[in-house]
């Protein structure tokens, strides 16, 4: 047995797969210098799933930190910019019916009982929601407009922001840079099986031509296939439908009216449905448009219609492609020389974009932790585990508060989702406690929490969910009407820098942004 | 300030290209061309100036506000309203950047101009010079030759500049500058948005890579030039505002 660890293979060759390939080799090879070998291996065969069009701000720092111009990915991924997600229909299904959840942190305002007060009570608060009291955001993206400006350097903007992207074209870009910039060892072959090592370990990879790849580590993102987290080591699936009702969509690529002027909406627009809801993606040639159900409440000739109505006749002549998948992760996702990282190690709904988050945050991990030595496996599996499974439970929990809350009630599927039932006794717990006491930042101090405090809030009281207020003094409120008339004066400043989000797209394919 | 080389299709509606015929009664006076351009905070500069302006105003690297590109500029002017061309002699070449003594002509490029085909002359129509002063085809004064001369150098001059800027982009030379301005009687004036080039990296690479050394040395030419003219930067403090 090789104690030593100095040849990490992953495989798989989708988004997953390169992000951690290109992590791992950013942080622990040219970062930290360590001595280890980096392979990817994916099948000529199978293709991309392609799920997560949408992104989190994470990935920006993850693109530079990998050494890659924020340019040349916009170019060659169709990307262009997310600065949140604006929800309609979630709450009570009226037209008028949509809040946000931006990306950017909410200003500092002052306590959250006065603006939760101010809101409900003042006459002055009429218009304003949760999210445009306290975050110039909203506004922004209602107006269409980018981040920042062709001036602003690579990684930088003026408002928090992530990317739309093409994942196909991403996990081509990204595979490149991998291979000629970060050194990554690519094999193309098919894996036949694997062969067993000392303690049930795997021992090396066995390859469709008959040879084999042994490596120390293993990191399976080899997608719902879960090659190596399924097939050798057998880890039970923990399938969370129960909890999440959605387990397929129909999605539809659809070209836009005019690629010139067609605007690009600078947010992921979330339409719920009867059933589900819809997605809506722009990226620069395109929209990417999902509809998401439960297969228990629709099928799948009705869901389709769902998204024929909703984008319209630009759809007629277009190809569908329909998925089916399970909401749920596995029950461990490191097992001794293996840890399973993307599809392989779970999926749920693209609600809150946290697919390819998980992938950062897990290459992250692995990173920061892979041991020198194979004896100190059994430690990492332990803490991974541990905080992956709590990630995973607070995303599910997280998903489903925009279920839970909502007033709807015309269908089975919205009066399903509301009922006690179905709802986490741990989340449960906490609406008990935010409508006797409010939420508050000290409910949230665990460091894994993947959702902060101020995220629940964006949902919270974009969903108009009651939460307990005290009495507020008129001192408190003067001062909390006169920050958020602060903020709408900056408001006003951002709308003469900020270009349309498509102009700054365009330029920036014409002349890239400038590194500082 | 208005570039001086433009394409036929972003062409401004009152620039017309220079023709003896059509505009054979034309007059300009080139002092006054120049004066409109006098109070621009930024003027775009080409290396071959830098050696000699670097005496007399701050040289630095700022963003193109529609491109994001580099370009290399005389920081003339702050939002204060001061001006170091302010009491300057307008007609006395010696001080005063290209893109002023060009004026009020500018090149005019073919749409593609990949054949290397020579630019056009163009003259704006709307400068405040043109319609006083001399007749431009009468008599083909000195400073219509100045001007044209400008034009010239500045044109050649750009190509060379953007190669410049280029590499030293891709060599991370070019960083943020810190500049502020401290009265003794007003609050402190932020200066935000010029770049500079860093001579430690410089150094560092010409140290570091001896197969290149040349190109370096080329570059640090003009990087201490403009490293040395940000001493101009104190001559704000002592101009009315």
């Known amino acids: ?132 009291a306290i975050c110039n955001q909203e506004a922004v993206c209602e107006q269409g407009l980018a981040p920042k400006n062709i001036t602003t350097p690579e990684y930088e ?120 809801w819809i997605w809506d993606i722009g990226l620069r040639s395109r929209r990417g448009i999902g509809h998401v159900y439960s297969s228990k409440y629709l099928g799948a000739d009705e869901a389709e219609q769902g998204l024929r109505n909703y984008v319209g006749a630009a759809m007629d002549q277009l190809p569908v492609r329909h998925i089916k998948y399970t909401p749920g992760h596995r029950e461990k996702f490191w097992v001794k020389n293996c840890v399973a990282v993307g599809l392989a190690a779970g999926f749920v709904e693209p609600l809150e974009a946290s697919s390819i988050l998980l992938v950062e945050i897990s290459a992250y991990w692995i990173a920061e932790k892979l041991p020198h030595k194979k004896s100190e496996l059994a430690r990492c599996e332990q803490q991974f585990n541990q905080i992956f499974n709590y990630r995973w439970d607070t995303i599910i929990e997280f998903l489903k508060l925009h279920y839970c809350i909502s007033r709807r009630r015309d269908t089975p599927f919205w009066r399903d989702n509301t009922h006690p039932d179905s709802i986490p006794a741990t989340l449960l717990e906490k609406l008990d406690m935010w409508r006797e006491q409010g939420p508050s930042v000290v409910d949230f101090l665990n460091r894994a929490d993947v959702f902060p405090f101020e995220s629940y809030c964006y949902i919270l009281y974009g969903m108009k969910f009651n939460t307990a207020t005290h009495t507020v003094g008129d001192a408190a409120i003067k001062m909390l009407a006169r920050k958020i008339h602060n903020q709408q004066r900056n408001l006003t400043a951002l709308f003469q820098t900020l270009p349309k989000n498509r102009s700054l797209i365009d330029k920036i394919h014409e002349y890239g942004l400038q590194k500082i | ?179 502020e301005i401290q009265y003794k009687d007003k609050p402190t004036l932020i200066l935000d948005g010029l770049y500079g080039i860093d001579e430690n990296k410089i150094a560092r690479i010409i140290e570091q890579d001896n197969e290149r050394k040349n190109l370096f040395l080329t570059i640090a030419r003009y990087a201490y030039a403009q490293s040395f003219s940000l001493y101009n930067m104190k001559k704000f403090v002592y101009l009315p505002s």
């Open chain 1, 157 to 276: 903007g003026f408002l928090n922001y992530a990317y739309h992207l093409d994942t196909n074209k991403f996990s081509v870009f990204i595979r490149e840079h991998c291979i000629n910039t970060l050194n990554i060892n690519h094999v193309v072959n098919d894996i036949a099986g694997t062969t067993m090592g000392t303690d049930g370990e795997i021992g090396a990879l066995r390859l469709a031509d008959g040879t084999e790849l042994a490596g120390d580590f293993y990191v399976d993102c080899s997608g719902f296939a879960g090659l190596l987290i399924d097939k050798h080591f057998h880890v039970p699936f923990i399938d969370k439908s129960d909890i999440l009702f959605c387990d397929s969509a129909v999605a539809v690529q659809c070209p836009y009216a005019d690629t010139q002027t067609s605007a690009i909406a600078s947010h992921t627009i979330s339409t719920a449905t009867g059933s589900g």
């Open chain 2, 1 to 179: 300030m208005s570039t001086a080389c433009k394409k036929y299709k972003t062409m401004n509606a009152n620039i017309e290209i220079l023709d003896d015929i059509k505009h054979r009664t034309i007059t300009v006076d080139f002092d006054k061309a120049r004066s409109a351009s006098r109070k621009e905070n930024l003027i775009p500069v080409v290396l071959s100036e830098f050696h000699t302006l670097m005496f007399h105003y701050p040289i630095v690297f700022v963003k193109d506000r529609e491109t994001g590109e580099f370009t290399c500029s005389l920081l003339l002017g702050l939002a204060t309203g001061a001006n170091l061309l302010d009491g300057l002699d307008i007609s006395n070449d010696e001080q005063l950047p290209l893109n002023l003594r060009r004026l009020p002509f500018c090149a005019i490029e073919s749409p593609d101009n990949t054949d290397g085909t020579a630019p056009l002359i163009g003259i704006n129509m709307a400068s405040p010079g043109v319609g006083h002063g001399e007749f431009l085809f009468e008599n083909k004064s000195e400073s219509f030759d100045r001007a044209i001369a400008a034009l010239s150098e500045v044109y050649r001059g750009y190509k060379e500049t953007r190669a410049f800027i280029k590499t030293a982009i891709e060599l991370d030379l070019i960083g943020k500058l810190k500049a």
């Open chain 1, 1 to 132: 047995m090789n104690e030593q660890i100095k040849h990490l293979v992953v495989v798989g060759g989708g988004t997953a797969g390169w992000i951690t390939a290109g992590v791992l080799a950013a942080k622990c090879v040219k970062e930290q210098g360590r001595d280890l070998k980096i392979t990817l291996i994916e099948s000529p065969t199978i293709g991309n799933i392609g799920v997560g069009e949408g992104t989190w701000p994470s990935l920006r720092t993850t693109l530079q930190g990998m050494g890659i111009s924020e340019t040349e990915f916009i170019r060659k991924c169709d990307a262009t910019f997310k600065q949140g997600a604006r929800f309609n229909r979630w709450v009570d299904n009226s037209e008028q019916d949509f809040y946000y959840h931006p990306l950017m942190l909410p200003a500092n305002i002052g306590p959250l009982n006065t603006l939760a007060h101010w809101l409900n009570n003042s006459p002055e608060a009429e218009g304003f929601s949760y999210s445009t």
